[in-house]
């Protein structure tokens, strides 16, 4: 069969990449160009999201940093239909800034200046993390874009440049390129068990407590993110391609949230996720333990994704309610976990 068209998926061997790899080779007849350099991701990733759509990975994979490529070239070989840029350092934790921004600002504007001089669809990855505290958050309502812009860890403030970039671009060119940036909330969903610490919340209390041990979290578990599934973030970024049936064909460049919109509790988290594994309080308590001052410096008590912008400008809405896909995540893991120990379920 002939290539109908080849999208380049950068990161494409982390977490949500290898999902978004997955779907586009099986479900847009897509050619997967993925380029990684496995500071993060690895080849599993990619096997294991393709095994879950019920298929093999054809596509090609240049094991390298962005920052490696010459991406004018590289859009004229290929032809690409489309750029998805979702590598970069994803540990929100790293303190070494100068390899941050060198990551992940630096290499940004090569990519964005050639998709734009080659008039390719360009969606990219941003975060949640560029609204660092805003006013919103003390009030607990939901986060609009123009509230982003005072980060408050560098990993924050170099995805705030990349949006920065964005504009630059924008503003300098006559035809306003075909950029999207997302700014991803707290994604979770399968795929995610090589990101070690940096996995869900979802992930991390279901691991603790298929391993005999009580869920642990924050005095007094009030606190409150938004959860978005892998399958809505995947969803988005093709909304953002214009390749979303249920989205628009031409989608407004811009730069939108992504989230469900809607928030939930640690408490909350923990509910969901005892439901799929079938593990009661009364079978193993919730311990609850003070912040560290070093971490309430930073933290976030509450984030919440305002929406409308991306069903206005992408026609996107999230499909899958977080609390019924965390039950149903929890499961899934519990059913790994069944198989992988021969524990019964």
Known sequence: MPRTSTYIVTGGAGFVGSNLAANLQKNHAGHVLVVDDCRSGSFAN??????????????EFIATGVEGL??????????AAAVFHLGAITD????????MLRVNAESFSAIAESCAAAKTPLVYASSAATYGSPDEGRRRVPFPEASAGKPNNVYGFSKWLMECTHA???ASTKATPWIVGL???????????????????????ATQM???KHPRVFTDGEQARDQVSVDDVVACNLAGAGLNPKAKKKPTPGVYNLGSGVTTSFNQIIAAVREGLSITEKDRSTEYFPMPAEIRAFYQDYTCADMSSAAK?????????PRQAMVKYARL?????????GAKA
């Open 210 to 212: 298929l391993a005999g």
């Open 92 to 99: 929100t934790t790293v303190m070494n800034e100068r390899e």
């Open 46 to 59: 990619l096997v294991e999201a393709c095994e879950r759509h019920d298929q093999t990975f054809r596509g």
């Open 313 to 321: 400008g992408l026609g996107f809405t999230p499909q899958h309610p």
């Open 168 to 170: 630059r671009i924008s």
């Open 333 to 341: 893991l519990a059913d790994e976990h069944h198989r992988r120990t």
């Open 183 to 205: 700014r991803y909330f707290n994604v979770f969903g399968p795929g995610e068990s090589r990101k070690g610490k940096m996995a869900s919340m979802i992930y991390q209390i």
């Open 70 to 79: 010459d991406w004018q070239s590289l859009l004229k070989a290929t032809k």
